[in-house]
C-alpha cells in the first residue's frame, strides 16, 4: 500500500466541517464497492442477463486504498463497509481488508462487509485474520424454494456460510428485502429461524434500484404490514429511535428485530454515508442520478489535496434524499455495481 506521508494528517486535526453537505449532514461511513459481479441473481439488485465491466475499467487495489486514505485520513470516514456486487468474487478481497486496517493507525475505527454468503464458508477464517470487524449477509429466505425462486442460487452454502462465520468470531446480522409475491410468506420462518439461532434480523423494504426496472410500490411490503404479520404470533414493543438507519422492536420481550423502512419512513435526514462505486464514481446518495468520476483523475496523476476538493465538491450538493423525491430511479449504475 502506498501511503501518501506528505498528506497525511492526525485525524484530530481533520478540518472542520468534515465531510458534510449542504444539508448539514457530516459523513462518517464509506461503502467502498469491489467488483460488479455476483454469483445471484436477485431480482431486486440485478439485471437478468448482466454484462460485466471491463476489468481495466474497475478500480484496482493500490487505487482503492489510495482512495480510502483519503476518504479516511482527510476527511473523516471511520467505517468502510466492503460491498459489491459480491465482494467475495474479488479475488484479493482479504489482502484489501488487512491493508485497510493499516489506517486505523489515520482514524478508522471499523472495517465490515455486506455478502451473499455463497462464497464465505472458504473466507471467513481469513478475513477475521485479516481484520473483518462484523459482517451483514443476505438471506430472503429459508425455505430452499423460496430462496431458489427470488436468487437464483441455493441456500444451504450461505447457511454454511453463516455458520463459518460465527465460528471464526464474525458478529453476523441478516439482512432480508420483502417483496409482495415473491417472499412476503419468509417472514415468519426468517424469524423463527433468527430467533433460534440468536442472531440480529433486519427486515429492509424494497428499493427502487433494481437492475431490471422491476420496481413498483405494490411490490414493497412496509415496515407497518410486517409488524402486523408478527403481532399475531409475538408481543411487540418498539424502541426508543436512534441515528441507526434501523427501527428495532423487541419481541415478547427477549429478541431485537430491525427494520429498514426507506420507503415508508425515509430517514434520510440523518443519512451518514457516501458511495464509491467499483468503477470509482462517488454516489453521495444511494438515489443520486449522477456520480463524480474520481477514478480518472487518480489514473492521471490526482494529488490529495485536488482528490479531496473533489470529494468535499460532489457531497458538499448532496440532495435532500428520496424523502424528498420518491419513486423509480432512472440511472446506468443500479444496485450490483453500487452496493447497498
Known amino acids: 500500500m502506498t501511503v501518501m506521508n506528505a498528506h497525511v494528517r492526525n485525524p484530530s486535526a481533520v478540518p472542520e466541517p468534515g465531510l458534510r453537505d449542504a444539508h448539514g449532514r457530516t459523513k462518517r461511513k464509506l461503502r467502498l464497492s469491489l467488483t460488479d459481479r455476483c454469483n445471484l441473481r436477485c431480482v431486486y439488485c440485478m439485471p437478468e442477463h448482466p454484462r460485466w465491466l471491463p476489468r481495466d475499467e474497475l478500480l484496482r487495489r493500490e487505487e482503492l486504498l489510495q482512495l480510502a486514505q483519503v476518504f479516511v485520513a482527510e476527511l473523516g470516514i471511520r467505517e468502510i463497509r466492503l460491498t459489491g456486487g459480491e465482494p467475495l468474487l474479488r479475488a484479493d478481497v482479504v489482502e484489501i481488508v488487512a491493508l485497510l486496517g493499516r489506517l486505523r493507525a489515520l482514524g478508522l475505527e471499523r472495517i465490515a462487509m455486506t455478502s451473499n454468503g455463497v462464497p464465505l464458508a472458504r473466507h471467513a477464517v481469513a478475513l477475521r485474520a485479516a481484520g473483518l470487524d462484523d459482517l451483514n449477509v443476505s438471506l430472503d429466505a429459508v425455505t430452499p424454494e423460496a430462496f431458489r425462486r427470488l436468487t437464483g442460487g ?91 438507519p434501523a427501527h428495532y422492536y423487541l419481541l415478547d420481550g427477549r429478541y431485537r428485530l430491525g427494520m429498514i423502512s426507506t420507503i415508508s ?46 470529494i468535499r465538491a460532489h457531497v458538499w450538493h448532496k440532495q435532500a434524499g428520496y424523502a424528498e423525491r420518491p419513486g423509480y430511479v432512472e440511472r446506468p449504475v443500479t444496485m450490483h455495481m453500487l452496493g447497498g
Not at 412476503?184 to 426496472?213: H, K, N, S
Not at 430517514?267 to 467499483?278: E, G, I, K, P, Y
Open 265 to 310: 419512513k425515509p430517514f434520510c435526514r440523518r443519512c451518514d454515508r457516501v458511495r464509491l462505486s467499483a468503477t470509482g464514481m462517488l454516489y453521495a446518495c444511494l438515489f443520486a442520478q449522477t456520480g463524480a468520476d474520481l477514478r480518472t483523475p487518480l489514473r492521471a496523476g490526482a494529488g490529495v489535496d485536488e482528490l479531496r476538493q473533489l
Open 154 to 244: 441455493e441456500l444451504a452454502p450461505v447457511l454454511r456460510g453463516i455458520d463459518a462465520a460465527r465460528a471464526a468470531g464474525l458478529p453476523v446480522k441478516i439482512n432480508s428485502v420483502i417483496l409482495r409475491g415473491h417472499n412476503e410468506d419468509e417472514v415468519l420462518p426468517l424469524v423463527r429461524w433468527a430467533m433460534a439461532e440468536g442472531i440480529t434480523l433486519r427486515f429492509i423494504e424494497f428499493m427502487p434500484l433494481d437492475g431490471r426496472g422491476y420496481w413498483n410500490d405494490a411490490r414493497v411490503v412496509r415496515e407497518d404490514s410486517i409488524l402486523e404479520r408478527l403481532r399475531a404470533h409475538y408481543t411487540v414493543h418498539a424502541e426508543p429511535p436512534t441515528d441507526d
